[in-house]
């Protein structure tokens, strides 16, 4: 880069000049166009809305690039309180390279060493669905999960009520579980 002085016409003010190469002058022309075409395909392609009709609200979801290695929880629905609990439905992604099988394996061998129990445990084309029961902190809750391998990673998908609500929350939570629908990349 050469550096020399330039004199401002209008001012007649001696100033710095400097001679740019041309690939960092395209740079600068295009860049302004360029920088958001880019941009907002990377968040098109990542970005997700949730919407509530009931509610009256959407919202986007903060995005996790990249996938953190122990798992996370994206998303967690809550119902309101009631006798101290708030009835839930969570979402679980962990990298997982096995198949179906393999994990409904390992979730049985967790449920069985947390002494869980299973009240329903069925494995199909669709992935693995199971219904346990346990008590914890003096607390005896009731779950149904799903879960599915989809691409590098095991998704499960748990709803969680005391067992004392769950005659009255459980099937809406259910049929939350059962919404879930891999997206398709």
């Given amino acids: 880069m050469k ?18 190469p041309r690939h960092s002058l395209a740079i600068r022309i295009f860049m302004p166009f ?12 990542k970005e997700s809305l949730f919407t509530s009709s009931e509610f009256g609200f959407s919202i986007s979801p903060p995005v996790v690039l990249p996938e953190p290695e122990n798992g996370f929880s994206p998303v967690m629905f809550f119902l309101p309180r009631t006798g101290g609990f708030s009835p839930n439905v969570g979402v679980r992604v962990e990298p997982f390279s096995g198949h179906l099988a393999s994990y409904s394996e390992i979730t049985l061998q967790q449920l069985k060493r947390d002494k869980l129990k299973i009240i329903k445990f069925e494995l199909d084309e669709a992935g693995l669905r199971w219904e346990f029961s346990g008590k914890i902190d003096n607390n005896q809750f009731r779950w149904y999960s799903r879960g599915v391998v989809y691409g590098p990673n095991a998704i499960t998908i748990t709803a969680t009520a005391f067992e004392s609500q769950w005659h009255e929350v459980g099937p809406q939570l259910i049929k939350c579980v059962e919404s879930f629908n891999p997206a398709h990349p």
């Fill in 3 to 20: 550096l020399g002085f330039q004199l401002d016409a209008v001012s007649h003010k001696t100033t710095k000049a400097t001679t740019m």
């Fill in 34 to 45: 360029l920088l958001p075409i880019v941009l907002l395909t990377i968040l098109d392609a």
